[in-house]
């Protein structure tokens, strides 16, 4: 799994703070870029996939090593036991190295995870930075935070209230949407043009004054 600081080449890195310095002359709004990891661990992955494998290792042993149909019905036949026995072993085996590779491997572990639990972690992490970055403590309350889960290959923009009268859910929706597409190709292209329109977008109601500081660093925050 690519560590969220790697994601991005230096260049990249660049011309996304240079994006967002520009959308900032335009705007009062504060952009900020946090870009993590993971959201979750998804530990439940691993279980749903060692049972997958588990059950698919039970029906191979049930099939290659079938009980006698004389002793069908006859649970105290020392075959059957052992019949038995080796079943448990198949499905106890096959739950163990289902586990075990979907934690060496995110994509399986991801593969085997709700898509409503991915979503619910995502956007607890999001209101999570949103706190850490000091983005509810903005001068007038313009913070707009762009979050990125390289590893769901999600994205979330959280804003202040004041914001929010001014971006519909579409255009949010929108715009995460042309990031995360991009994020497939490890591009920076849709963060860029989704900054640049959010400049464009909030110039006119929210417009950059004179005297307006810039209190939030441009830099990318990365959480590995």
Known sequence: MSKASEYFTKEQQAAVEA???EAETK???EVVTVMTTSSGRYDRGEDIAGLWLGAI???GAWILWPINSTDMGNWESPSNVTHYAGWLVALFLGFIIGAVLSAKFGRLRLLFTPKAEQVEEVESKAKQAFFDQRMHSTEGGTGVMIYISIFEKMVVILTDESVQTHLSDGEVSKHCQTI?????QASAEG???TIQALGEHLAGPMPCMPDDVDE???SIVFVD
């Open 57 to 59: 290792f039970l029906v």
């Open 191 to 193: 963060l860029i043009d």
């Open 19 to 21: 994006a967002i310095a």
């Open 216 to 218: 939030l660093d441009n």
């Open 180 to 184: 995360a597409a991009s994020l497939g």
């Open 27 to 29: 705007t009062s709004c």
